[in-house]
């Protein structure tokens, strides 16, 4: 496995590129677009709307809420997850500065 170098890059690119890893499984997209819908569900409701088994959903689960996209609270013995709006805001924040220095360049090609 390759060194990925990650201390040659700045704390706000490595955490960007977390976020946008965590994105980058359609099964991931569609959980936080579920997650979007109904704002909150257990990993059971995931299982019933996703072709993916439960302990697939809970791995992808897993990465999306390390990464910091989802929160999970303990209702009893399941997790109730939704959007973590704080990694959301840190996404938008991103793009938006990345869409600003685009507008704000010539044409290149």
């Known amino acids: 496995m390759g060194v990925t170098k990650t201390e040659h890059f700045t ?3 490595n955490e960007m590129a977390i976020l946008i890893k965590a994105l980058a499984h359609p099964a991931r997209i569609a959980i936080m677009e579920y997650l979007c819908e109904v704002n909150s569900c257990i990993c059971g409701a995931i299982v019933n709307e996703l072709p993916l088994s439960q302990p697939t959903i809970s791995q992808h689960l897993k990465e999306l809420k390390n990464a910091g ?3 999970g609270t303990v209702e009893g013995t399941s997790i109730c997850y ?3 709006e704080k990694g959301i805001a ?5 793009f938006n ?3 600003m220095q685009l ?3 010539k044409q290149c090609c």
């Open 69 to 71: 996209l989802i929160k």
């Open 90 to 94: 840190k996404l938008q924040s991103y």
């Open 82 to 84: 939704c959007i973590d």
């Open 103 to 105: 507008l704000d360049k």
């Open 11 to 13: 704390e706000s690119q």
């Open 97 to 99: 500065q990345f869409t």
